[in-house]
């Protein structure tokens, strides 16, 4: 059965620092992996979506690699700013390839 | 505006009074899913459906309903509600499984739900 960590819980920078987010995933047979970013008391949206032939995907400042092999995925923020922070969570496909398996999430502080 | 809506958003009620959380989406998906997020929990799945009339358990099925008569609609249906449901609930709905589609997955705003 799939399953998903993300390492740390929670993070504090100061702004203007790049950071790099840390997911782990048990199956390496995943078709997608995909990270979201939740805002309190909101839904999730997508950010990034990496498919299981591609190595990494990149959307403005965010850049989100893939190692199957190694069952690991990170997602990379550049010069981040305040308004970044929220909690990033990262998701796996299961086994068969229906769902989606998602991490605890790192809650991220950006400080002015 | 393409969205996953819920209602209600909020919702306080007692053990055992039946509610529905209705969920919608305006996007033609045809698969749709109800997750529960508790504080170092995660997001678990409850149920989810691949089409209309087709609804599989998730990892968190017990004490729940779905229903899916129209595509658009998904409600999550709870007979007999009981504290440990407290919980904030999801929606969420995309193009087709994630195994297949590249699609994102689209996300309603939650519904906070207290069982006292």
């Known amino acids: 059965k799939q399953e998903v960590t993300q390492i740390p819980a929670a993070l504090s920078v100061p702004e203007g620092e790049n950071l790099v987010l840390n997911c782990s995933f048990t199956?390496?047979?995943?078709?997608?992996l995909q990270w979201f970013r939740q805002d309190p008391g909101k839904g999730l949206t997508s950010l990034l979506l990496?498919?299981?032939?591609?190595r990494e995907q990149t959307s403005g400042r965010l850049n989100a690699s893939l190692d199957k092999s190694s069952g690991r995925s990170t997602l990379y923020i550049a010069a981040s700013q305040p308004g970044d922070s929220a909690t990033y969570l990262c998701?796996?496909?299961?086994?068969?390839?229906?769902?989606?398996?998602f991490g605890p999430g790192t809650r991220l502080s950006v400080l002015p | 505006e393409a969205q996953v809506t819920q209602n209600p958003r909020y919702l306080i009620t007692v053990t055992g009074k039946k509610l529905t959380v209705t969920c919608s989406q305006n996007m033609n998906h045809e698969y749709m899913s109800w997750y529960r997020q508790d504080p170092g929990l995660g997001l678990r799945q409850i149920y989810y459906?691949?089409?209309?009339?087709?609804?599989d358990k998730g990892d968190v099925p017990e004490g729940y309903k779905v229903s899916r008569k129209e595509k658009r609609n998904f409600p999550l249906i709870l007979e007999s509600p009981s504290p440990n449901q407290t919980s904030l609930y999801f929606c969420?709905?995309?193009?087709?499984?994630?195994?297949?589609?590249?699609?994102?997955?689209?996300f309603g705003p939650g519904t906070r739900l207290t069982v006292l």
């Open positions: 990496i498919q299981s032939s591609q």
């Open positions: 969420a709905s995309s193009l087709s499984s994630p195994g297949i589609s590249t699609d994102t997955q689209y």
């Open positions: 998701a796996a496909t299961d086994n068969y390839g229906q769902n989606f398996v």
């Open positions: 199956d390496s047979a995943i078709y997608n």
């Open positions: 459906s691949m089409n209309v009339e087709v609804t």
